[in-house]
């Protein structure tokens, strides 16, 4: 797993958002990014980080932040995990894995004693620009919106 350098511009994409829309990366240039991959919609640590983003999104706005999330999930599941917890913010679909590879997320995992390949929990800033600013990738899903608060503010 190989990650996007901090400073360089950030790997482009476009792939279907929630709805089956189209979504590109650079459709977002002028907002600061956080692009969070998490490993699966409406399981109970994915929720907690979606609902506490949602719950800061009037803090993000002021920051002019738009918050992606991204998951292996079809846009079907995702439309059921914005709708069921009333998620104010674009969850991006990514099956075949092509993004997560691209920003290094993808790779061997275990759980339970069973070991497996998925998405590893990583956030990605981006500036407005779409340069790479910052990588978190050891955090709580219970804090992480207080740890992208944190840096946005340079706390």
């Not at 983003?53 to 079907?76: F, M, Q, W």
């Amino acid at each position: 797993m190989i990650r996007p350098s901090i400073g360089k511009v950030a790997p482009a994409f476009t792939t279907l958002d929630e709805n089956g829309n189209k979504v590109a990366l650079k459709d977002f240039r002028g907002q600061t990014v956080v692009l969070y991959f998490y490993p699966k919609a409406m399981t109970p640590g994915c929720t907690t980080q979606a609902c506490n983003l949602r719950d800061s999104k009037k803090e993000l706005d002021k920051l002019n932040v738009v918050t992606l999330g991204i998951s292996p999930d079809a846009p079907a599941r995702l439309l059921k995990f914005k709708e069921r917890d009333n998620l104010n913010f674009t969850l991006l679909s990514d099956e075949d894995h092509a993004i997560a590879d691209k920003y290094g997320v993808w790779g061997p995992k275990k759980f339970m004693g069973r070991e497996f390949d998925g998405i590893h929990r990583i956030t990605f800033i981006i500036d407005e620009k779409g340069k790479l600013i910052h990588i978190m990738d050891k955090f709580k899903t219970k804090t992480h919106h207080e740890d992208v608060l944190n840096y946005l503010k340079g706390e």
